[in-house]
Each structure stands twice: as C-alpha cells, then as structure tokens.
C-alpha cells in the first residue's frame, strides 16, 4: 500500500499552542497533500506539496517535505478552539493519478 | 456554487439489496473518485474516472461498480450488499489528476 501514516494518532494542545503532525509514506511521489475533516463532514483541501519542494506556507500552516526520509509534517501556529478536527496527508506515488489516504491525527484545540 | 453533492446521506440496506450512490460537481472537474471511510482506515480509493468516459479500479474494488455518465455524475452501487460494506463513503473531484481534490459531505451506509 502507498497509504501515508499519521503520527500522533491522537493531539491535545491548548489554544495558542503550535501543533505539529508528520506523515510517513512508502514509495516515491509526486505530491503529497494535507486535509482537514471536522467531525461529520467531508475532507477540506488545505495545501499540496510537490516532490521538488521542502517547504510551504498557507496562512497559519507551514508544510514541509523531505523525501529522503520519506515524510512530511504539516505545522499550525497559534491554534484555535476552530483547529479541531482530523488531519489527513495523501500521497499519489509515482502514478499522479490519484492519492492515497493516511489514518490521520485527531487534534484538540482546548480554549 | 454546490461543490460536491452526494445522495443520500444516510441508508440503511439489507443484506442482498443493491443501492445506487449518486454523485454531481458542478466545478467542470475532469476527474472524480469514490473513497470510503471506516475507522482505523482512512481512507480507501474505491474507484475513479481520470476523465469522461473511463473509469479504473482503485485499492478496494471488489463488491462495487461505477458509473460516469457525463462530466458532471460519477455514481457508485453496491450490486448485493454486505454488512462489511457498511461505511462513510465520500466522492471527490478535481481539475486535473495530481491537484487537490474538492469532497462532498458523504453518504453514511448501513447494511444489516
């Protein structure tokens, strides 16, 4: 399976605090994406990476990506009580044609 | 701007009966996918259609058929269900292969 792992499983951080989650994976890629899901609801994109790039930022979110290790993480500064949700990476592997999901992180954001 | 609609979003089936999933974006993607979501699992890529007019198999195909009837609909059933069916299943689409996808909210499947 090229399915990316999330680690932790689980985070619990107070408001303001910084989360950080990786993602490991196993064959080569292309790009490697983050998402968001709140309970309930369907996935959220929050920011693609491709292989030829070590960092990215959006807003509050700063990815970053080595693939010599074969991993990610995906940072959120100052979290807020609304950062509370599941994170999932996904990887396309050599194809491009369609990604594969982790397991994800669930954080909790304590205001 | 809809987005992403799934029908239903909640069903409850026997085991042995066949139901229809039905999935429209209105974002004039060219690609949409079907994935389900069990606990533990993430999630699994049932299959997808790179463009109008095919469809491939993704990592849990078996016990499942597609549909892409035009751009917009890309619709999944479950021919004779079985409670290991039982699961979140969400579509998705996008621009083009290797972008972010856009998902809908899901339809949340019981066989009993």
């Known amino acids: 399976s090229q399915q990316g792992e999330e680690d932790p499983q689980a985070l619990s951080i107070q408001e303001g605090e910084n989360a950080t989650m990786n993602c490991s994976y196993k064959?080569?890629?292309?790009?490697l994406q983050w998402y968001r899901q709140n309970s309930g609801r369907g996935l959220v994109h929050l920011i693609l990476?491709?292989?030829?790039?070590r960092e990215k930022h959006s807003g509050r979110l700063r990815v970053t990506l080595d693939t010599s290790k074969k991993s990610s993480s995906l940072l959120i500064t100052a979290s807020r009580a609304a950062d509370t949700a599941s994170y999932f990476c996904?990887?396309?592997?050599?194809?491009?044609?369609?990604?594969?999901f982790g397991t994800g992180t669930s954080l909790t954001v304590i205001p | 701007n809809a987005g992403v609609t799934q029908t239903p979003k909640f069903q409850v089936l026997k085991t042995g009966q066949s139901m229809t999933l039905q999935c429209a974006q209105d974002?004039?993607?060219?690609?949409m996918y079907w994935y389900r979501q069990d606990p533990g699992m993430g999630l699994r890529l049932i299959y997808y259609?790179?463009?109008?007019?095919?469809?491939d198999k993704g990592e849990v195909p078996n016990g499942y058929n597609v549909s892409r009837l035009n751009k917009r609909e890309f619709s999944l059933r479950l021919e004779s269900a079985a409670p290991s069916q039982t699961s979140v299943y969400f579509c998705?689409?996008?621009?083009?292969?290797?972008?972010?996808?856009?998902f809908g909210s899901g339809t949340r499947l019981t066989v009993v």
């Open positions: 998705a689409s996008s621009s083009i292969q290797g972008v972010g996808y856009t």
């Open positions: 996904a990887t396309d592997g050599n194809t491009g044609n369609q990604f594969y």
């Open positions: 064959t080569s890629i292309n790009n």
């Open positions: 259609s790179a463009s109008e007019g095919t469809t």
């Open positions: 974002m004039n993607h060219n690609s």
């Open positions: 990476i491709r292989s030829n790039e």
